[in-house]
C-alpha cells in the first residue's frame, strides 16, 4: 500500500510562485508512475501534470505548460510541482497520485493512490 501526503500549498498572489511536495511511503517508489490533479469547487478533477518513474518524461496539461515543472527525487521519495506565474484560475485543491505504469495516464480513474491534496489559492 502506498501512501501519500502533499504539502506546499497556500495563498498566493497572482504571478507568484509556489512548490508542491508529495512524499510517498510504503511503495517501491522508484517504479510509480506520479501525477498531480487539481480539483477546483463544482469542477472535475483535472490532470495538471505527470512524469514517468525515471523521470526522463514528463507530461503537461496545456493550461499550465510553460509555467508548471514537474520533477521528482527517487532517493527522497518524494514528486515536486513547481508553479510559476500563477493565475487566479489555478485555484484548485490539487492532489498526488500514484500508480505502478510503464506509462502516464491523464484519467483520474487510472491512478490507484492519492494523497488528502492541499489547498492553492491564487488572488487577483
Known amino acids: 500500500q502506498v501512501q501519500l501526503v502533499e504539502s506546499g500549498g497556500g495563498l498566493v498572489q497572482a504571478g507568484g510562485s509556489l512548490r508542491l511536495s508529495c512524499a510517498a511511503s510504503?511503495?517501491?517508489?522508484?517504479?510509480?508512475?506520479m501525477a498531480w490533479f487539481r480539483q477546483a469547487p463544482g469542477k472535475e478533477r483535472e490532470f495538471v501534470s505527470g512524469i514517468r518513474w525515471s523521470g526522463g518524461r514528463t507530461w503537461y496539461a496545456d493550461s499550465v505548460k510553460g509555467r508548471f515543472t514537474i520533477s521528482r527525487d527517487n532517493a527522497k521519495n518524494t514528486v515536486y510541482l513547481q508553479m510559476n506565474s500563477l493565475k487566479p484560475e489555478d485555484t484548485a485543491v490539487y492532489y498526488c497520485?500514484?500508480?505502478?505504469?510503464?506509462?502516464?495516464?491523464?484519467?483520474?480513474?487510472?491512478?490507484?493512490?492519492w494523497g488528502q491534496g492541499t489547498q492553492v489559492t491564487v488572488s487577483s
Open positions: 497520485a500514484a500508480v505502478y505504469s510503464p506509462v502516464v495516464h491523464t484519467r483520474a480513474d487510472d491512478y490507484d493512490y
Open positions: 510504503g511503495g517501491t517508489f522508484s517504479r510509480l508512475v
